[in-house]
C-alpha cells in the first residue's frame, strides 16, 4: 500500500468509467478558492470552444473585478446581479430581490440550454438566506438540458445542492492574510 510520501504506483481502476454529458459541480467551504477555481473551470470551457456563462449574486456590476473584464473579452455572457456585500446594503428586502431576480436569469440560462457551462457564482448565500427558492433551484439543476453542465459556490452550501451535485470540493481555511488584518489585493482576490 501507498503512504502519502511515496507516490502512487497502481493505476487507477477504470473499468467501469463511463462519460456523462456535463456535470454538477460545487465549490463551498471557509477557504479562498471557490470562485476563483470556478473561473479556471470557465477558462477551460472557453478554450474547448463552449458558450459560458456567470451569474454573480452578491457582486454588482460596480465591482470590475479582473475576472469579468477577461471573461468578457473571451465572449462570457456575465451578469454581475447583486448590491455587494450584505454589510453594505442598506435594505436587506432589495438585496433578496436582486437575488431573486439573478435567480431569475440564471434560470432562463440553465433551461435555454445554449451554453454548455453556467457558473452561479455565490449562490450559496442566497440559498442558505432563503432569498431564493430552495426547490426551484435543484429542480432546474436536476432538469437542466442533457449538455448543460453547472458550477455553484460559496460557503455553506446547502445539503440538496451538495446531493444533487456530482463534485464537491471544500475550501478549508488553514490561513488567511484577512485574519492578519491585510485587505483584499486587486489582482489576487479580485
Known amino acids: 500500500m501507498t503512504t502519502p510520501d511515496e507516490p ?4 487507477p481502476d477504470t473499468s467501469t468509467a463511463r462519460t456523462v454529458p456535463s456535470l454538477v459541480l460545487v465549490n463551498t467551504g471557509d477557504g479562498k478558492g471557490k470562485s476563483t477555481a470556478a473561473f479556471g473551470t470557465v477558462l477551460r470551457a472557453v478554450a474547448q470552444g463552449w458558450n ?3 451569474v454573480q449574486f452578491l457582486k454588482s456590476g460596480g465591482w470590475h473585478v479582473g475576472e469579468e473584464k477577461i471573461c468578457r473579452d473571451l465572449g462570457v455572457d456575465w451578469y454581475a446581479e447583486g448590491d455587494g456585500f450584505t454589510w453594505d446594503s ?8 436582486l437575488a431573486n431576480a439573478a435567480w431569475d436569469r440564471a434560470k432562463e440560462l440553465i433551461t435555454g440550454g445554449k451554453h454548455r457551462l453556467i457558473v452561479l457564482d455565490e449562490i450559496s448565500y442566497a440559498l442558505t438566506w432563503d432569498w431564493i427558492d430552495r426547490a426551484d433551484v435543484v ?6 438540458p442533457e449538455t448543460t453542465s453547472v458550477i455553484l459556490t460559496g460557503r455553506d452550501m446547502i445539503d440538496e445542492i451538495v446531493e444533487v451535485a456530482d463534485t464537491v470540493t471544500e475550501m478549508r481555511n488553514v490561513k488567511h492574510a484577512f485574519d492578519a488584518g491585510i485587505v483584499a ?5 479580485y
Open 90 to 97: 442598506t435594505d436587506l428586502d432589495e438585496s433578496a430581490a
Open 139 to 144: 429542480a432546474a439543476i436536476r432538469n437542466r
Open 52 to 54: 459560458v456563462a456567470v
Open 185 to 189: 489585493k486587486k489582482g489576487i482576490d
Open 8 to 11: 502512487p504506483q497502481d493505476k
